[in-house]
């Protein structure tokens, strides 16, 4: 009973530019409405917000322009580089500057409004590295329409604990978690944990 939306922009032009084909008024418009309907039923109202170096700023107006709108749960978000996209700016040396005021913000707006704000603490996001990473270049497999994680998974023939054998997958796993902490924390990684308020 919750419906999650992703957002990529405050702003009718950054909205419209993020979102190809992307109508901002739709969008608010179709928000008012799930915000009616939760008056009636139970559900909740999620927005996932990806933010890059072109978007950040402008959630420092967000309880502005939704504040009509009944949201549940707001996570905030680093964009990650996963599969094929059109926007290829991963960097956040603009953000990291100005992210300690904008979540501050975010958060105290959140808490009175009675909204879930799952962020990320200013010192993680510097620091985009984590001993998850040993693993996650194993096991983490995105697939899209155009795309498939790896070129020679035969999808139609085998399952990926087939292909995780074939590859030696298990064995490279244990032979990188048997390396120093120091090694392991020089893999890049984007996953990072929230904090929930």
Same mark, same amino acid.
């Given at each position: 009973?919750?419906?999650? #939306? !992703?957002?990529? %922009?405050?702003?009718?032009?950054?909205?419209?530019?993020?979102?190809?084909?992307?109508? #901002?008024?739709?969008?608010?418009?179709?928000?008012?409405? /799930?915000?009616?309907?939760? &008056?009636?039923?139970?559900?909740?109202?999620?927005?996932?917000?990806?933010?890059? &170096?072109?978007? #950040?700023? &402008?959630? !420092?107006?967000?309880?502005? +322009?939704?504040?009509?709108?009944?949201?549940?749960?707001?996570?905030?978000?680093?964009?990650?580089?996963? %599969?094929?996209?059109?926007?290829?700016?991963?960097?956040?040396?603009?953000?990291?500057? +100005?992210?300690?005021?904008?979540?501050?913000?975010?958060?105290?707006?959140?808490?009175?409004?009675?909204?879930?704000?799952? !962020?990320?603490?200013?010192?993680?996001?510097?620091?985009?590295?984590?001993? @998850? !990473?040993?693993?996650?270049?194993? +096991?983490?497999?995105?697939?899209?329409?155009?795309?498939?994680?790896?070129? @020679?998974?035969?999808? %139609? @023939?085998?399952?990926?604990?087939?292909?995780?054998?074939?590859?030696?997958?298990?064995?490279?796993?244990?032979?990188?978690?048997?390396?120093?902490?120091?090694?392991?924390?020089?893999?890049?990684? @984007?996953?990072?944990?929230?904090? /929930?308020?």
């Amino acid at each position: 009973s919750e419906i999650t #939306f !992703s957002l990529h %922009g405050v702003t009718n032009e950054t909205y419209e530019n993020m979102m190809q084909k992307g109508d #901002f008024d739709k969008f608010l418009n179709v928000l008012k409405l /799930i915000s009616k309907v939760k &008056e009636k039923h139970e559900l909740k109202l999620r927005i996932n917000y990806t933010f890059n &170096e072109d978007n #950040f700023e &402008e959630l !420092s107006s967000f309880y502005e +322009v939704f504040d009509e709108v009944d949201i549940d749960i707001l996570q905030i978000r680093p964009i990650v580089k996963i %599969g094929n996209t059109e926007y290829n700016n991963f960097s956040l040396e603009k953000v990291i500057p +100005v992210y300690d005021e904008v979540q501050k913000g975010l958060l105290a707006e959140s808490q009175k409004r009675g909204v879930t704000l799952l !962020s990320h603490k200013p010192k993680k996001l510097k620091n985009r590295v984590s001993l @998850d !990473s040993v693993i996650k270049k194993y +096991v983490y497999c995105y697939i899209s329409p155009t795309s498939l994680f790896r070129k @020679d998974f035969k999808w %139609g @023939d085998e399952t990926y604990n087939q292909y995780a054998r074939r590859r030696g997958i298990p064995g490279r796993i244990l032979k990188d978690a048997l390396k120093s902490k120091k090694t392991i924390l020089n893999y890049a990684d @984007d996953k990072l944990n929230y904090d /929930i308020n």
